[in-house]
């Protein structure tokens, strides 16, 4: 549970809402973006459906999850206009239960969530809003496509008719200092650059979490997935 008196959490959110918001104006300020352009996207996974809802009351309507059974429980449980965003590791057979529930998929990391993907939403004669996770980094632990794999793959990434793909999202090392978290994001959106056309002109970038959010907005992302920054002093087991 969370440690501080429910009363007081409404406050809090509205607090530390207000302090990211502030970070992300002033970092686009810095590199002359407007803030608009940028998007906050609110990764509820440290906290209970209760304090995802008081976001939403707050008029936030971005948020997201990185575990499936996580995302199913609060869709059914944060009531209002949300859009919800998934960025985790998706199991094949979890697709069909989670799509209907998203409206944008930030992590496609691999060449059969795609096939999958496009299969299910294909059924009922649609097509997911999709970004492709890369892997950035050497780490074992990361998922997503290899660079040179997405630009291998990409004729068939376009040709599944269900993916609806709109851009990249990609994460830094877990110890990076700043210039390399800098370093990860270029490359992700020069490989952007390299990939987009009028047909497709990808124009979402997904990067940037609570230690590397700024950097990621100099750098170009357009969607911001921020958890600790914003639910501080009220996540679970915290
Ligand atoms: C947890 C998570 C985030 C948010 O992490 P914070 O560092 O707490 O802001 C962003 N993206 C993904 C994919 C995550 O799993």
Not at 68 to 78: F, I, N
Not at 115 to 134: C, D, M, N, P, Y
Request: glycine share 6%.
């Amino acid at each position: 549970m969370p440690r501080v008196p429910p009363s007081d959490a409404p406050a809090i959110l509205e607090r530390n809402l207000e302090a990211v918001q502030t970070r992300i104006d002033a970092a686009c300020r810095r590199v002359g973006r407007d803030p608009d352009e940028v998007t906050l996207v609110a990764v509820t996974k440290y906290v209970d459906s209760s304090i995802a809802q008081f976001l939403v009351d707050l008029g936030h309507s971005d948020l997201a999850e990185s575990r499936p059974q996580e995302l199913w429980k609060k869709a059914a449980e944060v009531a209002g206009d949300v859009r919800w965003h998934f960025v985790g590791h998706l199991q094949t057979n979890k697709v069909k239960r989670t799509l209907p529930l998203v409206s944008l998929a930030h992590s496609i990391d691999r060449m059969d969530l795609a096939t999958e993907v496009s299969k299910e939403a294909s059924k009922s004669g649609s097509a997911v809003r999709s970004l492709l996770e890369v892997k950035l980094t050497n780490e074992e632990s990361k998922h997503g496509f290899e660079p040179h794999e997405v630009r291998s793959r990409w004729m068939d990434l376009l040709q599944l008719p269900g993916l609806q793909i709109v851009g990249l999202m990609g994460m830094a090392a877990l110890e990076a200092d700043d210039g390399a978290c800098r370093a990860a994001f270029r490359s992700l959106r020069s490989l952007r650059d390299i990939l987009k056309t009028p047909d497709h002109p990808l124009p979402i970038l997904s990067m940037g979490m609570s230690d590397d959010f700024e950097i990621a907005i100099e750098e170009g992302s357009t969607h911001v997935r921020i958890g600790s920054a914003l639910f501080e002093g009220l996540m679970n087991d915290s």
